[in-house]
């Protein structure tokens, strides 16, 4: 004769109710983050460096001079053509010399002032730096490179998507982001450009969003995973991710559900296994789209150590909250 479930001690858990919601469907991809600016910064001439103005990695904002390299030989034309400019001013102001004569000294004078203007070189926008590639007293030809310098705020991320979903895209479509380097944070940006052409090849359409990054967790050159929310919402059963029990024979939840010991008449509860069909994942919760009704009440953790029928107790106390939009703690 089978024992009654009630015969052992329930078992304790914590219990979720399979709630109706409304979700956005989405268009997945994977993409790379890139720069909206990026440059790697070099000097107009050549020289030798003699002063360098900025730490690896630290900050720049435009105008900012970043290196000045030595200009003795610039510095004596400049100061020879400061003299001229001087001495031909005051010819002029006596009408000794032409206007012509005066404004070829002017420009004399800013052509040599431009020359050593060159020997400095500034940021030309603002942006975090990276590894200089110079060193003080070093000779350094015209357009060698010096240093990168990327602007992270905003960043774009670029994917592609099949073409039978472009007729579901529009600018300004909300856009997710998951990265592995950024674990359990999730970015939203906006949908910014869609490409005119399809790719002959892949069949493909290029897309790139937009994301704010004011504290520069995102880097250029990073894998993502992106979604693209599209407009219209349905309904969906939405469980948290830990009530799932995965297996290969198929993927399961315990339904808490009530019943009477037969021996004492006691009411309790018990678990009955029920296998489902999972859906789409986000943040701690996943949709259900075989096996379950709105309102029943499941197992929400710790189901690995259950089995079919066995009596439980509801304690909700202790139980983690789950979160569309997770975020890790702050260490």
């Known amino acids: 004769m089978m024992s009654s479930p009630f015969a052992m001690p ?17 268009l ?11 440059a790697v910064v070099a000097a107009e001439l050549g020289g030798v460096v003699a002063e360098i103005h900025f730490q690896n990695g630290g900050e720049a904002k435009k105008g900012d001079v970043l290196v000045k390299l030595a200009t003795p030989s610039e510095d004596a034309d400049l100061e020879l053509a400061r003299n001229d400019l001087e001495r031909t001013r005051d010819l002029a102001r006596r009408r000794v010399i032409s206007k012509a004569e005066l404004d070829a000294a002017e420009s004399k004078f800013k052509q040599k002032e431009g020359l050593v203007g060159k020997k400095e070189v500034r940021a030309p926008f603002d942006g975090q ?28 991320v670029d994917f592609a998507l099949p073409q039978q979903d472009l007729a579901k895209l529009s600018n300004d479509l909300e856009v997710r982001l998951l990265s592995d380097a950024i674990p359990g944070r ?12 399809i790719d002959s090849v892949t069949r493909n359409v290029s897309l790139q969003a937009t994301f704010e990054n004011s504290d520069h967790a995102l880097r250029p050159g990073m894998f993502a995973k992106v979604e ?23 993927d399961s ?10 021996k ?23 949709s259900i789209t075989e096996g379950l009704k ?34 890790p703690v702050d260490s």
């Open 294 to 327: 709105a309102g029943e009440t499941i197992v929400s953790t710790g189901v690995f150590k259950l089995r079919n029928g066995m009596s439980v107790t509801i304690n909700n106390e202790l139980a983690p909250k789950p979160q569309l939009n997770p975020k």
């Open 264 to 286: 004492t008449g006691k009411e309790g509860q018990a678990i009955r296994q029920q296998f489902v069909r999972i859906g789409e994942a986000r943040g701690d919760f996943i």
């Open 228 to 250: 693209v929310v599209l407009p219209e919402k349905h309904k969906t059963l939405v469980i948290p991710g830990s009530a799932v029990s995965y297996a290969p024979f198929g």
């Open 186 to 197: 999730e970015f939203k940006g906006k949908l910014t450009a869609i490409n005119s052409m």
């Open 129 to 156: 730096l990276g590894i200089r590639q110079v060193n003080i007293g070093q000779s350094i030809d015209a357009r060698q490179p010096i240093v990168q310098l990327t602007a992270l705020d905003p960043l774009y």
């Open 28 to 38: 997945s991809a994977v993409g790379s983050v890139s720069a909206v600016q990026g």
């Open 10 to 26: 329930p078992t304790t858990v914590s219990s979720a109710v399979v709630k109706e919601e409304d979700w956005a469907p989405t």
């Open 253 to 262: 939840v315990y339904v808490i559900e009530k019943k009477k010991d037969e």
